[in-house]
């Protein structure tokens, strides 16, 4: 859907975007994480030809964006973290200016079907400068389904909003990808990024440090894993001899159950079953602890970078 | 093609619905009005004074001061189309679908130009009426003065549309348009001064400084829309059709320039807000 090939943005002596190369493939949630500042919104806007890039190439549907200007552009939807609507205009007056330029057919049913789905119907009417800040989020996502488009492109689309606005830009980003639109969203909000997903590019001072599953991000980035174990029967020397295991970093004991810190070179959960039943203990539960993709992202941006870079953390 | 002219015709019908909803159309249409029926009141005393039985185009030049003010209505009002829409950030957002510089320039031009010619027409129902009361009548001066007007408002809309696309705030546009038209205006009338000076009056070094400045203003001309107006007027005043179609195709060319210039100003300064 969307491949990027050594991506460059330069600005007199800021070098906004280096050497990026990233595929959104069909039918995926992608995430495009990173800190503000990153480069973010830079690669967005280049992506929709909005900036023009220094060097590095920009395929979008395998096409060159300027072989296809239009064509390219009605199979596409964008929703920006800051929707700049005309104010002036109703929310109908508004949708219809767009469906109009989309060229969309049976426009009003169009826009009367995307409000019903937004909550918005009743005030299709009023001025969208009386809008709150979530309403015209919500305009902003029913401008950029108008066309049904193939691909949504969404830069940090539930920044600003409150709890219960990000719950629901959330569920209609999953609906729609479920509808089997492709879908790229910036965002800073870790939590998001990680509940929706598929895959995750995460950026840092116009970077690509990252991208991958969420699960095999995790593990890249581990470099112990923490399992919990909850056993009966464990005394002391119990504790003990588990610690001097060769493949165990530490042991602490948290409310009743044990933590365990092994190496992250393999899975290590079938051993410590094995060592508990060897001492007669009483295995109750085992459990790994998963890192969170805010752990990671951590990781990656403070003390990672270097290692991603260089290519020292590899597949 | 055809898709691009879809996308011109519907932000052009957003712009004029936003133009037909505002004040300024009206206060335009208003002053244009009220300047020419200034003028014509004046043309009427003038008859009566001096008995006169015969007057040529007596409607001309109260329309030619209407059509300055509707003129000047086109450049101001397309001097902060683009920066406004940059301000607001809703250019950007005309990006994120298929709208390109071309279409978005053109969808500007054109609703400009409807909107000089809704001025005309309110400005042409005052002069119908003025023509009956008085019995003065229409000539067909008026048809080609009218026609002319329209590639005078088009190289006005062309440079103020030029000048909002260097700029990405109304206030810097605004006051960019007020220096710009006032330095051509300033230059126009130094050169009506230089023309009534007699040279043999004048030191040599007066003489060799009236020489820079008449190449200056020669370069000028071709620059500032309101040679095409001047001699607009001029050719219609003077019936005379070379020059009047010559004014035209300089017009077109000029306007036509102009807009290309603007299009490649949008793509280099760029269409997100600052």
């Known amino acids: 859907m969307i491949r990027t090939e050594n991506l460059c943005k330069k600005y007199e002596k800021v070098e906004a975007v280096k050497d990026l190369s990233i595929s959104v493939e069909p039918g995926e949630i992608y995430g495009f994480l990173g800190p503000n500042g990153a480069g973010k919104t830079t690669t967005i806007m280049m992506i929709l030809g ?7 190439k920009i395929l979008v549907f395998n096409k060159d964006l300027y072989s296809d200007y239009f064509g390219i552009k009605r199979r596409v939807g964008v929703v920006s973290e800051v929707q700049y609507l005309y104010e002036d205009m109703t929310a109908y007056e508004y949708l219809s200016f767009f469906c109009d330029i989309y060229n969309v057919k049976n426009k009003k049913e169009k826009i009367e079907e995307l409000l019903h789905k937004v909550d918005l119907y009743d005030r299709k009417d009023d001025l969208l400068g009386h809008y709150s800040r979530g309403m015209q989020q919500k305009i902003g996502f029913v401008r950029a389904l108008l066309n049904d488009p193939e691909l949504l492109i969404l830069d940090e689309p539930v920044s600003g909003l409150d709890p219960t606005g990000i719950r629901e830009v959330r569920d209609l980003i999953l609906e729609e990808n479920q509808r089997g639109r492709t879908v790229f969203m910036s965002s800073h909000i870790l939590s998001e990024v990680e509940r929706i997903s598929h895959r995750v590019g995460i950026m840092n001072k116009g970077r690509l440090v990252a991208e991958d599953t969420m699960e095999n991000l995790r593990k890249k980035l581990s470099s112990e894993v923490e399992i919990e174990l909850e056993v009966d029967n464990f005394d002391v020397e119990a504790e003990k001899r588990l610690e001097s295991l060769s493949f165990v970093n530490s042991v602490t004991k948290e409310d009743g ?34 890192m969170s993709l805010e752990d990671a992202f951590i990781t990656i941006t403070e003390k990672n970078i270097s290692l991603f870079s260089s290519g020292e953390v590899s597949e | 093609m055809s898709y691009r002219w879809t996308v011109i015709k519907s932000i052009m019908k957003r712009e004029a619905r936003s133009s037909f909803f505002s004040l300024g159309l009206y206060i335009a249409a208003t002053i244009a009005c009220l300047v020419s029926a200034f003028i014509f009141n004046t043309y009427i005393n003038t008859v009566e004074g001096n008995n006169i ?25 397309s001097s902060t189309a683009l920066s406004r829409e940059k301000d607001r950030g809703t250019l950007e957002v005309l990006f994120y679908g298929p709208v390109d510089h071309l279409s978005v320039i053109l969808a500007k031009f054109f609703e400009d ?95 060799y400084i009236m020489g820079i400045v008449s190449n200056i203003l020669r370069v000028i001309k071709w620059v500032s829309p309101f040679s095409y107006l001047t001699d607009g007027i ?16 300089g017009a077109i060319i000029y306007t036509v320039v102009l807009l290309t210039a603007t299009v490649y100003t949008l793509k280099w300064k760029g269409v997100r807000k600052l």
């Open chain 2, 113 to 207: 130009i409807i909107s000089f010619l809704i001025i005309m027409l309110l400005v042409t129902i005052y002069f119908a009426y003025a023509a009956i009361t008085t019995n003065l009548g229409f000539s067909i001066t008026y048809l080609y003065a009218i026609i002319l007007s329209i590639f005078i408002a088009s190289c006005m809309s062309s440079f103020g549309l030029w000048l909002s696309s260097l700029t990405a705030r109304i206030r810097t546009s605004i006051l960019l348009l007020i220096v710009v038209m006032g330095g051509l205006l300033g230059l126009q009338f130094l050169q009506n001064y230089i023309l009534t000076l007699k040279p043999e009056n004048l030191s040599l070094s007066m003489v």
């Open chain 2, 234 to 249: 001029n050719a219609v005043a003077l019936g005379s059709v070379s020059m009047y179609i010559e004014n035209m195709i």
């Open chain 1, 50 to 56: 909005i900036l023009k890039p220094t060097s590095g």
């Open chain 2, 53 to 77: 039985m015969v007057m040529a185009s007596p409607l001309n030049t109260p329309l030619f001061y209407a059509v300055i003010v509707a003129a000047l209505y086109a450049a101001i009002s």
């Open chain 1, 257 to 290: 159950k044990y933590l365990v810190r092994v190496k992250a070179d393999k899975d290590y959960r079938g051993d410590l079953v094995n060592f508990v039943s060897a001492i007669g203990g009483n295995l109750k539960e085992i459990r790994k602890r998963e």
